[in-house]
């Protein structure tokens, strides 16, 4: 639900706890003003909820329709904030500058009083045409029982204007010495504050950038291919079946599978993948995907809601809104700071009305108005949402899709990776790397690949695609088996033409009676030093040859965990697989630990114990065997070329294997948590030092007294300030 007049921390918290009150569990996020309630909530009872905390709520149907949405609403209030601010300004500037160049700012006669008279309904004018926000604001916390930021700016400028009018109307109530007006101070202010508010909001639309450019992805039409021939058909109007087709330069509209054609598409803005893809028959397409020079026909498999391009985008979206643990603390301090701030601004005008030097009305109000203005807790508010925001944006930019600010929060602090080996590390698709013989005269490679294959081909087990692979790639055809045999952990029997083959480990030949001699001892060892899975073929009671199968590294594996071990990251091998082919993936990678053998449960096992050693555990994994480490790791990173429940279980998801996006993505939790402090430093030093400024602490020794002016400027620059900063994270170089 998009809550438009929601303007500061103590408007989340006020939001928050009329929720918790009526217990529902609702999520508050300042810097998108978005409140999200738990399902099961009506639409009426939430806006009811909000109403109690006085706040007007507008339902959010659709979450990319909500994005647009909250685009044009900052872009109509940016042309609206930026005119009250140069109408504003306009009458307050030339005040200002009268007053500074000796102009007589008081009240002393009946022709200064007609003056100031009309001056002072030019500005009640424009505090309510310009200015009318903040009242109205003002009133709804009233009438809530409550206080925010509107009530500050309202009660600081209101005071400042009922103050000069009451002086033109009466002069006489007051000392001749205090016969000053301010109208200058409650336009400027309201100028100021309007002019900081739109130059916030340009800012602000920067953050939600990434999201802006995923909803721009996802196409509104299709060609959907009927047989009255191809028709332009809206994307709602299409359902799971329906074949369409993709011209070159098309966007790919829902999630399908090729029927036809080949062509290359560019997944870039959806994985970060720079390199096109090349589709062919009963490949997946993906929705928002752009199509190069071919043309592909291709069925839908999911409606609109459900694409992934769509989930991406309701991900990215939710860990924007999210809070990290550093916010909530921040939104705790925030929700009293303005009843807190209310009270010393009255305590320190009447210690200035008291105690203070001639004339002591006219400071009381400046300090009045002075502490009301600048000790609006905006900056405060903004330092942890913008950054999050910002930094889920450039995360999904690199192809990382991170769930909750939490997770993010959690990320900069990983001490130790804890790595799966098959599919994550390395490719997760056997390969046949070589073929050692054992009689080199006698042997035919296209002959034993064509007996290989061919059993293969009838028993299903995960190795035998390595070999129908390799008889595809060098052009061997398969036959049929005259005879075929599986033993369970053996291997193969079959006969292929008038030849008698097995195909399998040392055990099936040793049951076989097939001797395996030295020569082939020494191709057994080397192939388990290499971490290499030895197949053995032999043919009429002969050992032919030893084939050697290998799940390849990923490319990019090496030197994207030399970057996480230049982090100061620790790094651990998890496999199921044997001890042998772990440790000499290991070897090559660099990984100094390695725990090899290990069943799904016993994974879990060994995150908590690696937790227990003090460690901050970070678990990478892409299958469902990993899905419970995931969950017991402090931060659970899933491939997106894994399976759903792995993506689920995960805190960080990576939309492509490159591991080297992986170091990257602690490296942004890290500056992205620098970016928070640093905002957090800047608003609490600004609220710190500027209130007891404000409230004239410097007058007694410099005899300065902060203008209410100067105050509604440093505001609204604070708040300016957090965004800005926040945005650095866009291009902020990572390491």
């Known amino acids: 639900m998009f809550v438009p007049d929601m303007s500061c921390a103590s408007c989340v918290v006020k939001i928050e706890k009329a929720f918790a009150n009526a217990g529902v569990d609702a999520r508050v996020n300042l810097a998108d003003k978005q409140v999200s309630a738990a399902k099961g909530v009506s639409v009426a009872d939430a806006q009811q909820i909000l109403a109690s905390a006085g706040y007007r709520g507008e339902v959010v149907e659709d979450a990319a329709n909500a994005m647009a949405d909250k685009a044009a609403h900052d872009a109509k209030e940016y042309r609206t904030r930026i005119i009250q601010s140069v109408v504003t300004l306009g009458v307050g500037i030339p005040l200002m500058i009268w007053g500074m160049s000796g102009g007589d700012m008081t009240v002393h006669s009946d022709s200064s009083r007609w003056n100031w008279g009309a001056v002072s309904l030019l500005c009640l004018l424009l505090l309510i045409s310009c200015g009318g926000h903040f009242y109205q604001g003002m009133w709804r916390a009233l009438k809530a029982k409550s206080a925010n930021m509107d009530t500050l700016i309202a009660l600081g400028t209101g005071c400042a204007w009922l103050y000069s009018s009451a002086v033109v109307l009466f002069p006489n109530w007051f000392p001749e010495g205090t016969r000053h007006v301010y109208f200058e101070a409650s336009v400027m202010i309201i100028g100021l504050i309007n002019l900081g508010h739109s130059l916030e909001l340009r800012a602000r639309g920067k953050t939600s950038e990434a999201v802006q450019k995923l909803i721009g992805l996802q196409a509104n ?31 790919v509209a829902l999630d399908g599978e090729v029927v036809s054609g080949e062509s290359l598409l560019d997944e870039s803005m959806l994985t970060g993948e720079p390199m096109p893809v090349r589709k062919t028959r009963e490949d997946t397409v993906s929705a928002g995907t752009i199509n190069g020079d071919g043309t592909l026909t291709y069925r839908v498999t999911v409606g609109p809601k459900d694409t992934r391009l769509a989930k991406i985008i309701a991900l990215v979206q939710e860990a924007q809104t999210s809070k990290m643990p550093i916010g909530r603390l921040t939104d ?43 000790a609006c807790p905006c900056a405060l508010g903004l330092a942890t949402p913008m950054s999050i925001m910002v930094a889920v944006g450039r995360a999904a930019q690199m192809g990382v899709l991170i769930k909750n600010g939490e997770a993010l929060q959690t990320a900069s602090n990983v001490s130790c990776v804890v790595l799966d080996k098959t599919g994550t590390i390395t490719e997760g698709k056997p390969q046949l790397v070589a073929i050692h013989a054992i009689d080199t005269d006698e042997l035919d490679e296209a002959r034993l690949l064509q007996a290989v294959a061919s059993l293969e081909l009838q028993s299903g087990h995960p190795l035998a695609q390595a070999f129908l692979n390799a008889a595809k790639a060098r052009g061997v055809d398969v036959v049929a088996p005259a005879a075929f045999e599986y033993r369970q ?13 097995l195909l399998g480990n040392r055990k099936l030949l040793t049951a076989m009676d097939v001797t395996v001699d030295q020569t082939a001892q020494q191709q057994l060892d080397n192939a388990a030093t290499l971490g290499q899975t030895p197949v053995l073929a032999a043919k009429n009671g002969k050992l032919e040859a030893i084939l050697a199968i ?43 630990q390695v725990i090899a053998g290990v069943m799904p449960d016993e994974k879990q096992a060994w995150v908590k114990k690696l937790q227990q050693q003090g460690e901050v555990v970070a678990m990478v994994g892409d299958g469902i065997n990993d899905a419970p480490a995931l969950a017991a790791a402090d931060v659970g990173v899933a491939l997106g070329t894994g399976t759903e429940v792995a993506i689920e279980s995960a805190d960080l998801t990576l939309l492509t294997p490159r591991l080297e996006n992986l170091a990257q993505a602690f490296a942004l939790s890290k500056a992205t948590l620098s970016n928070i402090k640093q905002n957090l430093f800047g ?23 902060l203008s209410p002016v100067i105050a509604g400027a440093a505001m609204a620059l604070s708040s300016l300030t957090v965004v800005t900063n926040a945005n650095r994270l866009r291009h902020q170089r990572l390491q």
């Open 221 to 251: 039409t299709a060609l959907l291919i009927t047989d009255a021939g191809d028709q332009q058909t809206p994307i709602a109007d299409l359902k799971p079946g329906d074949v369409l087709r993709l011209r070159p330069g098309d966007r």
């Open 332 to 374: 705790k301090i925030a929700g009293v700071f303005v009843p807190v701030v209310v009270v010393i601004a009255l305590l320190a005008a009447v210690l200035w009305y008291f105690f203070g030097p001639a004339p002591q009305l006219s400071h009381a109000l400046v300090v009045l108005t002075s502490v009301l203005i600048i």
């Open 489 to 501: 952990g053996q291997g193969i029997v079959g006969t292929i033409g008038d030849d008698h083959w």
């Open 550 to 592: 290998s799940d390849p590294i990923r490319g990019d594996a090496k030197a994207a965990l030399a970057a996480l071990q230049q982090q100061g990251k620790k790094l651990v091998l998890l496999s199921g697989d044997n001890q042998h082919t772990a440790n000499a993936v290991a070897k090559q990678l660099g990984i100094e």
């Open 683 to 705: 608003a609490f030093i600004y609220n710190s030092c500027g209130i007891p400024i404000a409230a004239g602490v410097l007058y007694p020794f410099f005899g300065v007294l």
